[in-house]
């Protein structure tokens, strides 16, 4: 296209700024949606439009497919993204911390959103340097089209039902396509459950992610020493338990595995070595424990004891993601935990599978 | 043949850019004013429940205010049960035990995102099963509080509020606290 045969910016102006106007953006221009377009997102699943795919009882709101293609359409998401915006939505709801109040809640969690599968590759996704983003449509629209069904179709927004009081960089914009080509590991969606070769997504909540940078060493276990310290860190610590999950590079994993690591002996590594005594959780005044809560406790009998703070594999969930071009890794801290699945993407319906599409407006 | 009608007299459906919301297609913006249960005059006699969210100093809260409203107000029995999902609504279940058992009852503390906005939705639901209920919330959670009023159809919903922060207050300072709120606690709850 030309610039003389693009189209008219006046339009498209008004057309953005009639979305802000109603109030259905999370800050950045959408994408006004139309029914023809909305339509073309609804032909890429077998569901019906009048499907309701998430519910939050606490405030009385739904979502149903057609609110999701709308949502997903408006967050800049091509057609064919929506099965995979279906199967993300769909994992997410699976995690009790999105079905509760994590929406609403004021630590202001952002879901992350692991693609698995050749769906990465069909759909363009990236899949090596700057996993974390910016850069590319898939990882960027897809999580963000989460955002805007929590906004739109939930109605919960923030100020109001949503009371985050800082919120995180990255709220609905982490998608990460695992970089299975270069992970020596399985893949994650396989410890989510899933065959080999299936395209699938997996969700959770997070906290925050932190960057482990050790291009310091060729020993893994030291490697490992310096992830458990930040995993360890008490100001992340709420409950008796955490989750924390580690997105590694291709470098620090193939290190790892290179010296006989399978996925299994890092979690048992990390389980046994994060945690911290009695008198570091006393001096942040977190080592009281009421049922599963942390208090100030001033009794300092167990000052020596070392507390371990990761309760079973599943609350260390480990993904390879990024370029190889150096060893950065990210501790990513899971709000509330994993359910520890994944969900396959649905195939694409035949022809003659479609719903009729009886858009309602 | 007959002529084709021109686009300018049959304009097709407009193609208009499409609500994400859902609200206007459905009723539910349109609910039904609930209903507040009747007050009693006084407390003198009256058995008081209290539905503690396990949010840091709510348990000790409520036990202080059940407390004053024996010493200083007359209750007499107290019922206390906790809400461990303190994001969602009460269960059906309970508001029924607590409707049967008690004459009004206290709920909180609403001291978070989502707890805030529960304690109030569930004094709604007690009132509609006819029980008096006075929800205690942080003042930081105001307007998440009102906002889930509103969606339950009791746009302007009282309830009471104690200052933020309370999940870091020494066990006399909560004591303090729930002596601070007594009064308008009882004026929610009686007529």
Redesign the interface.
């Known amino acids: 296209m030309t610039p003389t045969q693009a189209p008219d910016p006046e339009a498209a102006q008004a057309?953005i700024e009639?979305?802000y106007a109603?109030g259905?953006s999370d800050g950045l221009p959408l994408v006004?949606?139309?029914?023809?377009l909305?339509a073309e997102f609804l032909a890429t699943t077998s569901r019906a439009p009048d499907e309701v795919i998430g519910e939050l009882?606490?405030?009385?709101?739904?979502?149903?497919v057609y609110?999701a293609a709308?949502?997903a359409?408006?967050a800049g998401c091509l057609p064919e993204y929506f099965p995979v915006v279906l199967a993300a939505f769909d994992a997410l709801m699976r995690e009790r911390a999105a079905r509760?109040?994590?929406w609403?809640?004021?630590s202001g969690p952002a879901p992350m959103i692991v693609v698995n599968g050749p769906v990465r590759h069909e759909l363009g996704f990236n899949t090596s340097g700057g996993a974390f983003g910016p850069g590319f449509r898939p990882n960027a629209t897809i999580p963000r089209a989460i955002g805007?069904i929590v906004r739109?179709?939930f109605?919960i927004r923030p100020?109001?039902?949503?009371?985050?009081t800082q919120g995180l960089p990255g709220r609905w914009s982490i998608c990460l396509a695992e970089n299975e080509e270069e992970s020596p590991w399985p893949p994650f969606a396989i410890d989510g459950g899933q065959p080999a070769g299936v395209s699938a997504v997996s969700a959770t909540l997070l906290r925050t992610c932190e960057f482990v940078d050790n291009r310091h060493t060729p020993d893994p276990e030291q490697v490992l020493w310096d992830i458990a310290d930040t995993i360890s860190r008490t100001g992340s610590l709420i409950f008796r338990d955490t989750s924390a999950g580690v997105v590694f590079c291709p470098e620090h994993a193939q290190m790892l595995a290179g010296a006989g690591y399978a996925k299994a002996d890092v979690q048992a590594w990390l389980m046994e070595h994060c945690g911290r005594t009695g008198a570091d959780l006393r001096r942040a005044g977190k080592n009281g424990l009421r049922?599963i809560?942390r208090?100030a406790d001033p009794d300092e009998s167990a000052d020596a004891t070392f507390t371990r703070i990761l309760p079973s594999p599943r609350h260390v969930p480990l993904v390879v993601a990024g370029a190889r071009n150096a060893a950065i890794s990210m501790v990513v801290r899971v709000f509330g935990e994993w359910s520890g699945t994944a969900t396959p993407l649905a195939p694409l319906p035949a022809a003659g599978e479609r719903p009729a599409v009886g858009l309602?407006? | 043949m007959p002529a084709l009608p021109s686009r300018e007299t049959t304009p097709g459906?407009p193609?208009?850019?499409?609500?994400?919301?859902?609200?206007t297609?459905t009723t539910?913006t349109a609910k039904p004013r609930a209903p507040r249960a009747r007050r009693p005059a006084s407390l003198r006699g009256a058995t008081v429940g209290l539905l503690v969210n396990?949010k840091?100093n709510a348990a000790p809260f409520l036990d202080e205010l059940g407390r004053l409203l024996k010493e200083r107000y007359g209750a007499t029995g107290l019922v206390a049960r906790t809400k461990v999902?303190?994001?969602?609504?009460a269960p059906d279940e309970l508001i029924k035990e607590m409707a049967a058992s008690c004459d009004v009852i206290v709920t909180g503390i609403g001291d978070?995102?989502?707890?805030?906005?529960?304690a109030v939705?569930d004094g709604i639901a007690f009132e509609a099963s006819n029980l008096p209920a006075a929800a205690i919330c942080s003042d930081a959670?105001g307007?998440?509080a009102d906002?889930?009023a509103e969606?339950?159809g009791a746009p302007g919903y009282r309830y009471a509020t104690t200052p933020h922060p309370v999940a870091v207050l020494t066990p006399d300072q909560v004591r303090e606290r729930a002596a601070q709120v007594l009064d308008d606690v009882v004026a929610l709850l009686t007529a």
């Open positions: 057309g009639y979305c109603q259905w006004p949606a139309s029914q023809p909305v009882e606490q405030v009385g709101r739904d979502c149903t609110l709308v949502n359409a408006m509760g109040g994590g609403q809640s004021t805007l739109n179709a109605g100020h109001v039902l949503e009371q985050a049922g809560a208090f309602k407006t | 459906p193609n208009l850019i499409l609500d994400p919301t859902g609200t297609t539910r396990t840091q999902d303190f994001a969602q609504p978070c995102g989502s707890c805030s906005a529960s939705a959670f307007v998440t906002a889930m969606l339950h």
